[in-house]
């Protein structure tokens, strides 16, 4: 599975770069705007398209980084997608338009197949297209039908829907379970669209896509959590997006700092001899 930094903090992206397991990058609005805040009191304000720019340049050729449209309609939508990715993708060849699968807002204004039909303009100009904000499979069969290459399932807020459905306060980092979670009976299984969690989702669209031989990728978005990066994992998704403290959280086990602590506490001046420089040539030696 390949892993994407869900970022737009360019020291965040420079510094897993440099750990060399980074397969392309994921930004939004909102982590865009995240970025934006974040520069110190007295700095100035961000100058967008250099920064823009430097998180290409970082990320590098065949490392893709998604940039979404602000747009809601199919004809802006189409002409920002077009915009972004004259723009940039001639830093490293690497810049990803995201599109979301549906623009329709939350009362209900805006037309349906807008991100659709958005999508299907840019992919025909052979423009590569992230579908965004996707919540059930069928938005993935539409996106990918359109010509989407990569489809993003955003696994955590479906958990966030089902534990808002069900009442129950979390945190965003909690994890929710993969089997789902029932109501206050303890009979009936909560659910959002048919789903029981976030990771069913990103599993019935791997299981649809491979069914029919559909060539898009899956991107599992919207991880909150190291367990649920490995269940992602499990169910076969092609690439997770994950936040740069998940990230982090993901090599870190009491018990190999524990391994760590006893290895230290054993180490043999014998053996750390073997460390020392040569004398003859005072070049470090390694056996
Ligand atoms: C990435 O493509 C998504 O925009 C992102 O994962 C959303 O994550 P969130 O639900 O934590 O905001």
Redesign the pocket.
């Known amino acids: 599975m390949k892993l994407f930094l ?1 970022s737009a903090i360019l020291s965040e992206i420079k510094e897993a770069v440099s750990w060399g397991i980074v397969d392309g990058v ?1 930004t ?1 609005p ?1 982590l865009i705007k995240k970025a934006a805040q974040s520069r110190g009191e007295g700095e100035e304000a961000i100058d967008m398209e250099g920064y823009i720019k430097q998180i290409l340049a970082s990320v590098g050729r065949l490392c893709p980084v ?1 940039l979404e449209v602000a747009a809601l309609s199919v004809e802006e939508m189409v002409e920002q997608g077009k915009m972004l990715y004259e723009r940039f993708d001639s830093v490293a060849g690497n810049a990803v338009i995201k599109i979301p699968v549906c623009t329709m807002n939350g009362r209900g204004e805006g037309n349906l197949f807008d991100g659709i039909a958005a999508i299907n303009e840019l992919a025909e100009e052979k423009i590569p297209i992230n579908a ?1 904000l996707v919540f059930t499979p069928e938005q993935a069969l539409l996106a990918a039908k359109a010509g989407a290459e990569y489809v ?1 399932p ?1 696994a ?2 479906v958990d966030d829907r089902i534990r808002r459905k069900a009442g129950i306060t979390f945190e965003k980092p909690d994890y929710f379970p993969l089997n789902g979670i029932t109501d206050e009976s303890g009979k009936e299984m909560v659910n959002d669209y048919g789903l029981l969690s976030g990771v069913e989702l990103v599993a019935r669209i791997v299981e649809m896509f491979r069914e029919y031989e559909i060539e898009c990728e899956v ?1 599992a ?3 909150r959590n190291a367990i649920q990066v490995r269940e992602c994992a499990a169910v076969g998704a092609d690439i997770a ?1 994950i936040p740069f403290g998940v990230l982090k959280s993901m090599v870190m086990h009491p018990g190999t700092s524990d391994g760590i602590d006893a290895f230290t506490a054993d180490l043999v001046p014998e053996y750390l001899d073997l460390f020392k420089a040569d004398e003859n040539t005072g070049q470090e030696v390694s056996e």
Do not use: K, L
Request: avoid cysteine.
């Open positions: 869900d994921t939004n909102s998604s965004t993003s955003f955590g807020r991107i978005a919207s991880i997006t």
